[in-house]
């Protein structure tokens, strides 16, 4: 049975009636796309697009709000990044949301500004000043979009998911799906902190449910690689001025706090955290922590060589998304040259696992984090086995000596 042990499965539905732009190789084709599809629709419109992924363009920059301005006759228009770290809009959605160029950065946020004007990009934090003012999703829409994400994973022999934004809706809307026999995927909740309590007790009061399962909170802990906010231990080859090695987030205070949470309500601790130091500081507060509770590193998409051991040493689980590679490619080459060696190093997590005498499997889980990418194993496979896209030549994988073999890959995959 497979599993995909990073997802957003509702997210994933929905996202499938966006207008998708990541096959555009530039901004000019990413806008001529947008114009057209803006053209369908009312002059009072909003239009949603996803998948943008610049730092495969030969001139990285954005579309701003200007161009998405008058491309679209002045409608609305929500672009946001494939990795959802990030986004662009309208001019007309920046002042729906009340950003003007004097609005400060909110904290763990940038509203990214070109001569002390913003120009419509809003990284982390920041993009919820739109999120705020965009109309809330019902527990019927949130029953469709399962519905649909549900049926490509079915076909794709998925049969467990371990949902990443597990809020209380969510929970509601797969527990009506499970009443009605419609769910066919056991479900892992790993829930925002904010909604913890509330889902605690949605679970507690469905004590029916046999595909449900509460098993975690869900930390961010640093941003992404393309968004260049992911914590690094060393600057990037292109920073943010301001932000040279990314964006730590949370202090330490709360996430321990977040363990001694966890460990209360016996369920595990998840952390989003991409760069290696944000890695690297998971693994010493977990070290540091005195009681015992689960952690899974999400992504654990740099990894320095020396804190490789404390995964198996720990228990700590690395839940990776080798597929990742075949977006990032670009991005790791052109961000973080140095470290290139070091992104989803699988081969060495597998080693440490052999010289400590653990199964890799209670180490090493594999997901696909879609709808940032598709979930299909197969870009998992690929990716692990050859890290490299379909067509490139073997000179251009990434760090191949943390190749694993096929039958490793769907090892990892199972539950
Ligand atoms: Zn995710």
């Avoid at 901004?27 to 239009?47: F, K, N, T, V, Y």
């Avoid at 920046?94 to 002390?116: K, S, Y």
Wanted: with cysteine; aromatic share 4%.
């Amino acid at each position: 049975m497979l599993r995909d042990a990073h997802i957003h499965l509702a997210e994933h539905g929905r996202e499938r009636s966006w207008l998708a732009v990541g096959d555009c190789t530039d901004r000019e084709m990413c806008l001529d796309r947008i114009a057209s599809a803006a053209a369908e629709l009312p002059a009072d419109g909003w239009l949603t697009a996803s998948g943008l992924r610049t730092e495969a363009w030969s001139d990285p920059t954005p579309p701003d709000a200007d161009a998405l301005h008058e491309a679209t006759d002045g409608r609305r228009v929500t672009l946001h990044s494939f990795d959802h770290h990030a986004m662009v809009v309208s001019r007309r959605v920046l002042e729906l949301a009340g950003i003007n160029d004097a609005t400060p950065d909110p904290e763990g946020g940038f509203i990214v500004r070109r001569g002390g004007k913003a120009t419509g990009l809003l990284l982390e934090s920041a993009c919820d000043f739109v999120r705020d003012v965009t109309p809330e999703a019902t527990v019927h829409d949130r029953k469709a979009w399962i519905r649909e994400a549900q049926q490509e994973l079915r076909a794709l022999g998925i049969a467990e998911v371990h949902d990443m934004h597990a809020i209380p809706d969510f929970a509601r809307a797969l527990l009506e799906l499970e009443a009605e026999d419609a769910l066919e995927l056991d479900v892992h909740l790993y829930v925002p902190p904010w909604a913890f309590d509330e889902v605690r007790t949605i679970m507690a009061a469905a004590v029916d449910s046999k595909r449900v399962h509460l098993s975690g909170i869900k930390l961010f802990t640093d941003g992404t690689l393309n968004s260049r906010t992911a914590h690094m231990l060393r600057p990037f080859a292109h920073p943010i001025e301001s932000h040279p090695r990314g964006t730590p987030l949370l202090s330490d205070d709360e996430i321990l706090s977040t363990f001694a949470r966890a460990a209360g309500a016996g369920v595990e601790v998840a952390t989003h955290a991409i760069g290696d130091g944000a890695v690297r500081r998971m693994l010493d507060l977990h070290e540091r922590f005195d009681d015992t509770v689960r952690l899974r590193i999400e992504h654990a998409q740099f990894i320095d060589e020396a804190d490789i051991p404390r995964f198996p040493r720990q228990g700590v689980i690395a839940s990776m998304q080798p597929c990742h590679l075949l977006t990032d490619i670009e991005a790791i080459r052109r961000l973080t040259p140095d470290r290139a060696h070091r992104a989803f190093p699988l081969r060495d997590l597998v080693d440490a696992c052999s010289e400590a005498g653990v199964a890799p499997e209670s180490v090493l889980i594999l997901g696909s984090d879609a709808p940032i990418v598709s979930p299909d194993p197969a870009d998992n496979l690929q990716a692990a086995v050859e890290r490299r896209r379909a067509g490139m030549a073997a000179s251009e994988a990434v760090a191949p000596e943390q190749a694993l073999e096929r039958d490793m890959v769907v090892h990892l995959s199972k539950s």
